[in-house]
Every structure is written in C-alpha cells, then in structure tokens.
C-alpha cells in the first residue's frame, strides 16, 4: 500500500504495543480508538497456525467497560435483550445491545464477576458512553468505568497446551466462557475460555497494562516449544467459522442491522418478560417480520483479496443486497464471504459482484450455514 495510518498520540496504544513491534508486526487497524495489530507480515503463516498449532494476538482494544455497585445487574440486564437470568458468577454470556429503535449497537462478550460487578468485553463502538448515559438517566445506583484490563488472546488447537504450561492444568476444565481471577507471578489475570475464533483456546485479561510486555513474553516463551507465534484476529477463519465481526458485518451509523436480520434471534429472549431498551422496537419487528437476512456467500473464481469496503450485490443488474466481507479459504478451497440479502431471494439465484478484476458470480449458501 502506498499509505500508512499515522501513528499519533490521538490514538491509543495497547500495554502489548511495544511487545507486537519488537515481535515485527507489520500493519495496524485502529479498533475502540485503540491500534489493534493486523497482521506481522505472513499472513498464510499466521492462517496455518490458527488452524494447526497455537497463535497469540494483542486483543486490548476489545475494552472492557465495568458496570460496579448496587444496580450493576439492573444496568447489565438493561442493556441487552438476552436473557441474564441464571448467569453465574465466573461465567460470560454473549450479549447483542440495540438501541431505542432494536438497531444493534455491539455485540460484547458480558463477564459475571460477582453479583454487582461486570464487564462489558465491547466490540467497535462506544459502549462506555452508552451504558454511562443509561446508568446515569436512570438514576441507577452504579459506577461505569473503562477499567485498566487488556485481553491477550491464545487461539489455535494447541492453545490449551500452552495455557496449561503458563497457568496449570486446571485451565483444561473451564468451560466455553467461564473465568476465573489468578496472579502469574505478580501479573494479576482473569483467564477466560473464548476468543474470537473456532479453534479454541483462552483470553487473558491483564489487569496492569504496565505489565503488558511482560505478559506477552511470559506467553511467548511458554508457547515456544508450541510453535507459537503472533498473529491477530483472523477474518478468513471467522468468515470461515461464521463470526459476526461488528463493523464490517454492521454498523449503526452507516450499516445499520437488527438482531433479527442478523439471525441473532435467539438471543432476543421477548418471552422472558424483562425491561430492556429496544425491547418494543424488537417486538414491532418481530410481528411484522423482517425482510433481509445475512447470508453466508461463496465469490466464485481465482482466489479473491479483502475488500476495503462494502461491496453491492446485483440481481439482473439491480442492487439488492451488500457483500460485507470476503476472503480466500485455502480450506474450503473457495471464496467465502458474509452478506445481507432479502429473505424472500429464490433459492439458487445467481447474484453478481464486481470486483477490481471484473464481475464475479455469487452464490449464497443455504440459510442455516
Ligand atoms: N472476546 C472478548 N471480547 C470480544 C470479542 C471476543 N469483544 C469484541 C468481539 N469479540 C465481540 N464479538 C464476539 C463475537 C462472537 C463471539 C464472541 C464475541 C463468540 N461467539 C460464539 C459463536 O458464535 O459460536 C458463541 C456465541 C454464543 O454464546 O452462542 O464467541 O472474541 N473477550
């Protein structure tokens, strides 16, 4: 590329930053005002050992924002149309947030750390702002923070081997999404099981940015007779994997969705009965129905690049749709991508895509993949 972003003071720098240029990354994308690593120069490197050994990638700009006091639950519960209701504490949830009218506005990842203290592992908005505005408007007893925490992500199918010789066997038995609060000598942690792929593995979340550089060498050094390596969130594997990635899937501002579009349904829990905000826009939507669904869609042809933008979708020369994201899958041996579609498109319609290099064919799969 003939540009590079400007590394200024206006945008933050994670407690890993020092750590990912000294371990030779090589572009950055700017992610909840924060640089989060794009990648370190092999890209196909970084995609086999995601999928066949152990990758670690520098995640603190999914920031946490903290919900602490008496109404921290009410707020929590508040802020979601998923149902919080038996959510324990060691234990996290994925939780879509709308606004008024059941547009989404994040997707984070929501941990139970005790009855009266969360957090919010938010996606590219700014849900700090959000949950303080509603804390505050509703005269809610609750302090709402952006804490000093910093997840480091360990993916891949021997990611539990490495957590297993960093903190100890006991890693093994978290289940998806539970958590647990240790020190790894002096470097106070919340272990979770997750991160943003398929291939399992765990999330660190420092508590002591100043310890940022250490964490990482602490991992690094665990992981090497792994074959670990850094890497950063992958988006072949996600589109692969079928994970929603806020911002390039949907956006409030410029590509806005709801729950149901997004087929997030499920997780809209109407029947439970609790407040929520967006709760009568959900409801509306959901009696009268929606109209567009994202779709899973194959770009048929030579091997693609990333798009930088939103693609339109044409049928017979029309736009009816938006290609989202789209990627090369060395493992699928297609082209994969993520799209929004009208739910009443024929089975088998043959969509077209203009690329740089022409128009291609694309081919939605079934709805359920
Ligand atoms: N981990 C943490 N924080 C995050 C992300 C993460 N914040 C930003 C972003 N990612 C939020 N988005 C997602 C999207 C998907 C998942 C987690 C966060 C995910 N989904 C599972 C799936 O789709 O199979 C499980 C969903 C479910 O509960 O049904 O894990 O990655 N800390």
Redesign the pocket.
Known sequence: MPYALHIGPNIRKSPYFDATVADGVQGFSVYNHMFIPGHFGDPEAEYDRLLNGVAMWDVAA?RQVELKGPDAARLAQRLTPRDLDGLKVGRG??VPICDHDGWLIN???LLKLAEDHFWL???DSDMHLWALAVARESGMDVQVSEPDVS?LAIQGPKAMDVADALLGGWVRDLPFFGFREVELEGIPLVV?R???S?QGGV?LYLRDGSKGVALWQRVKAAGQPFGIGPGAPNDTERLES???S?GADMRRQCQPANPFEMRFGAMVNLDAGHGFIGRAALERIKAEGWTRERRVLEVEGAPVEGNAHPLPLLLDGTEVGTLFEMAHSRRLEINIAHGMLPRDLPEGATLTVTLPDGPRRVVPRPSSG
């Open positions: 999914q949830r994925y997707d984070p990842v592992s938010v996606a997840p979770a997750s991160g943003w398929k999330e079928g994970l929603i806020y």
